[in-house]
C-alpha cells in the first residue's frame, strides 16, 4: 500500500483538482473551474486533498449544512486518479472527512450517487452507507433516467472514532 498523505486544500491546489475531476467524471458530472473553485473554498467546505509521494492522488470536498435542528454533511465530490485507485486512497479520505465532519459536530453524512456507476455504489455501501432513495435528473435533464441520482446517508460517531491509520 502506498504511503497517503492527506492535508487541507489550499487555493493553489484549484487547477489541479479541476484537471482531475476532468479526468474522473464524463461532462454531465464535471464541475466547471468557477463551481469547483467556488465549491472547494466555501466557509461551509471541508476539502482534503490525498498526495502519494507528492503527486495529487484525490481529493474529496464535503459541506456542512445546518437545519433546525442539527449539523449535518453532504460529500459534493470524491475524485481519485485513476492510476491510483483500488490503494485504499478513496477509503482513506472518506474516513478522515467523516472524522473531520463528526468532531465538527456534523450528526450524518449524504450524498448523490449517479445509477449507473455501479463501482461508487459498492463504496459507499460498504463503507456503511445506506439508500435512501433516488432523486430523478439530479445531474441534468434526460428523459431515460440515465441522470439520475441515488440518494445515501451515513450516521456519523456510530463506528469508532480510530478507523483512520
Known amino acids: ?58 481529493f474529496i470536498i464535503t459541506h456542512l449544512q445546518r437545519s433546525r435542528s442539527a449539523l449535518h454533511a453532504y460529500i459534493d465530490t470524491l475524485d481519485v486518479d485513476p492510476a491510483f485507485r483500488r490503494q485504499g486512497i478513496a477509503r482513506h479520505m472518506l474516513a478522515d472527512v467523516e472524522l473531520h465532519c463528526h468532531l465538527a459536530g456534523a450528526t450524518h453524512m449524504a450524498l ?13 455501501e460498504t463503507n456503511g452507507y445506506k439508500r435512501l432513495g433516488i432523486e430523478s435528473s439530479f445531474y441534468g435533464q434526460a428523459m431515460d433516467g440515465s441522470l439520475d441520482a441515488l440518494i445515501y446517508s451515513k450516521i456519523l460517531g456510530a463506528e469508532p472514532l480510530n478507523r483512520i491509520v
Open 112 to 124: 448523490h450517487v449517479h445509477v449507473g456507476n455501479p463501482a461508487a455504489i459498492r463504496f459507499y
Open 1 to 58: 500500500m502506498p504511503e497517503i498523505h492527506l492535508r487541507p486544500y489550499i487555493p493553489a491546489d484549484a487547477e489541479p483538482l479541476f484537471q482531475l475531476d476532468r479526468i474522473c467524471f464524463s461532462e454531465a458530472f464535471r464541475f466547471t473551474r468557477q463551481q469547483l473553485r467556488a465549491c472547494a473554498e466555501a466557509p461551509s467546505a471541508i476539502t482534503r486533498i490525498a498526495t502519494v509521494d507528492h503527486t495529487l492522488a484525490g
